[in-house]
Structures are given as C-alpha cells and as structure tokens.
C-alpha cells in the first residue's frame, strides 16, 4: 500500500480546524432532513454514526441501534414504522442492514457523505453532506456535518471560539500532555451523548496505550475515582473541577455550545494530546486498512 505523505496524515485537531472552515464557508449547504415520515424510526450506525444518530434523535421516539442490535430490535419491536441510517461511507454495513429494513416493508432514510448512494437501491431517500478528505477513521467533518445540520450552531463562532480561547488554555497549561498516560475527560450533563464520541477517538488514536475514561460531572461521582493514577490528568470541559485528581485542565465551552462545539472543542482537545504523544496512528493505519479491507472485502483507503 501506497503511504500518504505527512500532510496527508494530519493530526486530529488539524482535522477539526479544516472541518469547521469548510462548514463556515456561505458555499457549503447542509441538507435539511426530514424525518417527519416516521413516527418512532429504527435509528442505526455504527461507531460514532450510532452516536450522531442519538444525539440527532435526542429527545424523540425513536429505537436506537448499532450493527449487532439492529436484528433484535426489529424483531422484537413492531411499532417501528422505519429506519434512519447513518454512514459516512455508505458501505460497510449500511447497505445490509436497509436490506433487512426494506424486507419488512418499511422505509429507509439514508444520511451519507457518499453521493454515489443515491443511486443504490437499498434507500429510499438519501442525504448527501459535504465532506473533507480524512484520514480513515477520523470522521470529524462527516459527522459535524450532520450535527450542525440539527443544530443550526455558528461554525465561524465554533473557530473563533478555538483559535481564541481554548489555545489559550492550552497555552497555559504546563507540564504538557506529554507527562500523563492516562486521562479523564469530565464533560456536562447536557453532552452525555459525546461520551461515546470522546471515548471511540481515544480509542482509534491511542489504543491500550493511554487509559482514558469520559463522564459526565455527575456520573464521575459514582466510584469512578477510587483508585488514584498520579499519571492521570483531569480535563474539565465547562465546568470547573474542583473535587478529582491533583492535576487538572480546564477548557472553557462557549455560553451557546451545542452538540457541534462540543464534539469540535473535544476533538481539538484530544488532537494536541495526540501531537504530543508518539505517532501510534501514523504508524499503524496503513496496516490496519490492509486488514479491514479483507474483513469488509472492498478497498479500504487510508485518506478516505
């Protein structure tokens, strides 16, 4: 396989710089979704597009899922009267499970960054957001595209707000992320559903090789803190820390964050951490495309 050259493999926070310039842009349109076919939808996506669809559907009746579940979901739980899909590439397990879904008479909304779905059979209705090449697994721009759709936040205000007061911050802060290898990540009730997000990119970036933890400030108040880590660092997003650890970071959100501030203001976060770190994923992703691409059966590019 063909190494893309460093510029290519850009770091995270690189990634969330690019990704809000590209939505800040007047010429970037962002679908409007309608979802109102459905009164209680199977939602589906996997990894970080099952956490996209949760934050979109908050607060409505809907049936959440991922790869593994959706089966079980749509044989046990008959008012389902559709799905709502979302995959960035819309392959992989996309088409599979609208399959199933269509099977049993029911409709499928797709919400891809993959114009090409729109000619697939398997969907009834196809959203295409606008989309920056990545390198396979970031899924920032793809995702924030959708949040911001739901969200109508400002992205110009989002990039401001980092380039201003979060560097700031970062900054400031001293010894560096360098000197920890492990790493809790508290952020308010409000953007429970990032978690999932925060913890996945931890995963994809460092593997085993940092511990990390994300709760909200009320769940990290239930034991989570019992054993101490003299190496761990307490990043507060928000809300001022002043109960766990004995070294500790701050990072301010905008009076107005939503979802797409979050995720962006998370994200950035944990991309200084990566460039402070050894280059694990540099190192190792050209390789795991290999691999993916004989579990999935179809070309897997490292920039996608």
């Given at each position: 396989m063909k190494y893309p050259n460093d510029q290519q493999l850009i770091n995270l926070d690189v990634c969330v710089l690019n990704?809000?310039?590209l939505f800040a842009n007047p010429e970037t349109e962002l679908p409007k979704v309608d979802f109102s076919k459905f009164k209680r939808p199977l939602v589906v996506g996997s990894g970080n597009a099952a956490?996209?669809?949760r934050i979109i559907f908050a607060g409505k009746d809907a049936i959440f899922a991922d790869e593994s579940t959706y089966k079980n979901k749509l044989k046990n739980i008959t008012n389902i009267d559709g799905a709502v899909l979302f995959s960035a590439s819309a392959s992989k397990h996309a088409p599979g499970i609208a399959n199933a879904v269509k099977e049993m008479g029911k409709k499928v909304i797709l919400l891809t960054c993959n114009p090409a779905a729109r000619d697939m059979d398997n969907f009834d209705d196809v959203y295409v957001f606008p989309h920056l090449p990545e390198p396979y697994t970031y899924n920032t721009s793809t995702y924030m595209g959708m949040i911001l759709a739901k969200t109508r936040e400002n992205a110009q205000h989002i990039l401001d707000y980092i380039n201003t007061a979060i560097d700031e911050a970062l900054h400031e802060f001293s010894p560096g992320f360098d000197k920890f290898d492990a790493?809790?990540?508290l952020v308010p009730e409000e953007f429970d559903l990032i978690r999932i997000m925060l913890t996945t990119k931890f995963v994809e970036l460092f593997g085993r090789r940092i511990a990390r933890d994300v709760f909200t400030t009320e769940q990290a108040q239930h034991a989570t803190?019992?054993?101490p880590c003299d190496t761990e660092l307490f990043i507060s997003f928000g809300c001022e820390n002043k109960w766990w650890g004995k070294n500790n970071l701050f990072i301010p959100l905008p009076k107005d964050?939503?979802?797409a501030a979050m995720m962006a203001?998370?994200?950035y976060a944990i991309?200084?951490?990566q460039a402070q770190k050894p280059p694990w994923f540099k190192e190792n992703i050209a390789h795991y495309c290999e691999e993916a691409a004989k579990w999935f059966g179809k070309p897997m590019p490292v920039i996608a």
């Open positions: 990704a809000l310039r956490a996209t669809g790493f809790f990540l803190t019992l054993v964050a939503g979802y203001i998370g994200y991309g200084k951490i």
